[in-house]
T-cell receptor, first 113, second 114 residues
Framework: DSGVTQTPKHLITATGQRVTLRCSPR?????VYWYQQSLDQGLQFLIQ???????AKGNILERFSAQQFPDLHSELNLSSLELGDSALYFC????????????FGPGTRLLVL | GENVEQHPSTLSVQEGDSAVIKCTYS??????FPWYKQELGKRPQLIID?????GEKKDQRIAVTLNKTAKHFSLHITETQPEDSAVYFC?????????????FGKGTKLSVIP
């Protein structure tokens, strides 16, 4: 157990819908990273938050957004869902220093029908 | 941006043999290189990492080597066991404006044959 929690574990929804994925980082970690894992694209960095502020953006679609709350949990919002958004979504958390180890949560498996 | 190439994409070895997975990176500013193991449907788990001021690091049957000049790093697993079967990902990260996002290779599916 990494100490990072994610809910829900599984999510099945329809095209055009909107979903919210939730992540709680390890105790004391200020950084949260979101990654998307699909069969053909591997693990892709989406976005990072540090202590409530957006720190970096990767290959995140405009239909996707995220935020980190004062208690440091983070939410990833996916809207206008398409079939191609079906994937495993992981969050990871780390401490504050450079090259700090990122610990991954168990992931949310999203299936868009 | 950073690009990480990983080879081979699949690797089969006999139990007890060694396995080697190689990665190259493009950004010379990258200075942190972790390796993750992922079992089917599970989260990636860190198995070993190396920083750019070190050339080699070992942890029991697992070792990682780094060649900064060639921008190349490798994972070595000795005395492989069936439970080593999984997908292994290399990654690279660099410091800069406080973001340490990982750029992953495409993964290597390792099968250890009993």
């Amino acid at each position: 157990d990494s100490g990072v929690t994610q809910t829900p574990k599984h999510l099945i929804t329809a095209t055009g819908q909107r979903v919210t994925l939730r992540c709680s980082p390890r105790s004391g970690d200020l950084s949260v990273y979101w990654y998307q894992q699909s069969l053909d694209q591997g693990l892709q960095f989406l976005i990072q938050y540090y202590n409530g502020e957006e720190r970096a953006k990767g290959n995140i679609l405009e239909r996707f957004s995220a935020q980190q709350f004062p208690d440091l949990h983070s939410e990833l919002n996916l809207s206008s869902l398409e079939l191609g958004d079906s994937a495993l979504y992981f969050c990871a958390s780390s401490g504050t220093g450079p090259g700090e180890t990122q610990y991954f949560g168990p992931g949310t498996r999203l299936l868009v029908l | 941006g950073e690009n990480v190439e990983q080879h081979p994409s699949t690797l089969s070895v006999q139990e007890g043999d060694s396995a080697v997975i190689k990665c190259t990176y493009s950004d010379s500013a990258s200075n942190y290189f972790p390796w993750y193991k992922q079992e089917l449907g599970k989260r990636p788990q860190l198995i070993i990492d190396i920083r750019s001021n070190v050339g080699e690091k070992k942890d029991q049957r697992i070792a990682v080597t780094l060649n900064k000049t060639a921008k190349h790093f490798s994972l070595h697993i000795t005395e492989t066991q069936p439970e080593d079967s999984a997908v292994y990902f290399c990654a690279a990260s660099k410091t800069g404006a406080g973001s340490y996002q990982l750029t992953f290779g495409k993964g290597t599916k390792l099968s250890v044959i009993p």
